[in-house]
């Protein structure tokens, strides 16, 4: 039975305040719903925050992904690869474009992409003349991909590299900030609520390379553009644009962006909150039978997620026994070549054998900036209990 005298602590959870909910008043009352200043602001932000050159402000991530397949030229037949171990908007927004998806497994320890998969995939695929166009990396709960090894990879094959950053934003790799796109073409935010600041839903597409932030701007809005050094002739006149190629509606409105911009002032914040709640985790889990994430880059990780696994309990019961006692563990994530969907496409059980093995004994723990030591401490206590 699930005891009434103290509410289910959630795996993660937005924080929303005053002046946030100012910031979107303030727009409703005085500014423009949508096309207005917020949307600018609040991209130069995020290029301030993420050293990135150019960011474009989208209705999700989801989006953002599939417009950074289009701006790479992703087409019908072509080969886009990610990772198994991801939410499935990484592998569907190849699909898309038409493109063929394939995988290559993760690094059991990092639970990143495995850097020697890839290497060996790539020799094998050049080799039989099946390179992908795009690579789509995604940092796993917060810490960075190796993206040094990873991008030497693949510019030696003349393969694009996407990073999907859902998990990432205020997360650190060598010196920089995870989004600056210092070795990918393009990096990918998500603002969705639980990520690490919110716009309710939201993403922004990153670059630092200019005819690709031009690509990824008229993909995001219809294809259409005002700029007349773009268009094909001459402009008629102040009132002209021209549709140049099949974009969609992926805009950002002011309302989210303010809330965005407002978010982000809080966002190291947030981390610092994370990360001292990760280290309190390390310390309070390391005796129990458990694999926890790996500590050396404790500081760099924006601990999106805090994911344990469990090296002797069964995961349902374990997770059924936790959410009686109030704990609202989770799972992420359902490898996605698994789910019937890709496996019409021909993936089944056995393909990418660490992920499908970290997903068997995953849960992800409650983790979010304003948890209390009150509520760690029930959590730690229910770990104890159940895997006692
Ligand atoms: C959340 C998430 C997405 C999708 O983000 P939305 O903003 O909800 O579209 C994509 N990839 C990963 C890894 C995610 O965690």
């Not at 210092?182 to 990520?195: R, T, Y």
């Not at 094909?232 to 965005?260: C, F, I, K, T, V």
Request: hydrophobic share 40%; with cysteine.
């Amino acid at each position: 039975m699930v005891t009434s005298n103290f509410k289910p602590i959630p795996y993660g959870k937005h924080h929303v305040d005053d002046n946030d909910i100012a910031a979107v008043i303030d727009v409703l009352q005085n500014q423009f719903l949508t096309q207005g200043s917020a949307v600018p602001e609040f991209e130069a932000a995020l290029q301030d925050y993420t050293g990135a050159q150019y960011a474009t402000a989208v209705n999700s991530a989801t989006s953002g992904l599939h417009v950074a397949c289009l701006a790479l030229g992703v087409e019908q037949n072509d080969l886009v690869w990610t990772v198994p171990n991801s939410f499935v908007a990484s592998a569907n927004c190849a699909r898309y474009c038409g493109a063929k998806i394939d995988f290559v497994d993760i690094d059991p320890l990092t639970r990143n992409i495995s850097v020697t998969a890839l290497e060996e995939k790539l020799a094998y695929a050049s080799a039989h003349n099946a390179l992908p166009k795009v690579l789509i990396v995604v940092h796993f709960s917060g810490l960075s991909c190796d993206m040094k090894e990873v991008s030497t990879l693949t510019q030696k094959y003349g393969v694009k590299l996407v990073e999907d950053a859902a998990h990432g934003l205020g997360g650190r790799y060598l010196k920089g900030k995870i989004g600056s796109c210092e070795f990918s073409d393009i990096a990918v935010l998500s603002f969705h609520p639980v990520k690490s600041i919110t716009t309710a839903e939201g993403g922004a597409v990153l670059t630092n390379q200019k005819q690709l932030d031009t690509k990824i701007k008229l993909f995001a809005k219809h294809g259409v553009t005002r700029d007349p050094e773009l268009m094909e002739g001459d402009s008629e006149g102040p009132w002209y644009y021209q549709q140049l190629e099949l974009g969609y509606n992926y805009r950002m409105s002011d309302l989210h962006a303010a809330l965005g911009k407002s978010q982000l002032s809080k966002l190291d914040h947030f981390i610092t909150q994370r990360q001292q709640l990760a280290a309190r985790y390390n310390q309070a889990l390391a005796d129990l039978p458990l694999r926890l994430p790996q500590h050396s880059n404790l500081k760099d990780s924006a601990w999106h997620l805090y994911m344990i696994e469990l090296t002797q309990h069964e995961r349902k019961q374990t997770y059924l026994r936790l959410h009686e006692k109030g704990i609202g563990v989770n799972v992420h994530y359902i490898p996605v070549h698994l789910h019937p969907y890709y496996q019409r496409l021909g993936f089944k059980l056995g393909d990418f054998p660490n992920a499908e093995q970290f997903y068997q004994n995953a849960l992800t723990v409650p983790l979010f900036p304003t948890m209390t030591a009150d509520e760690q401490d029930r959590v730690i206590q229910a770990l104890n209990e159940v895997l006692a």
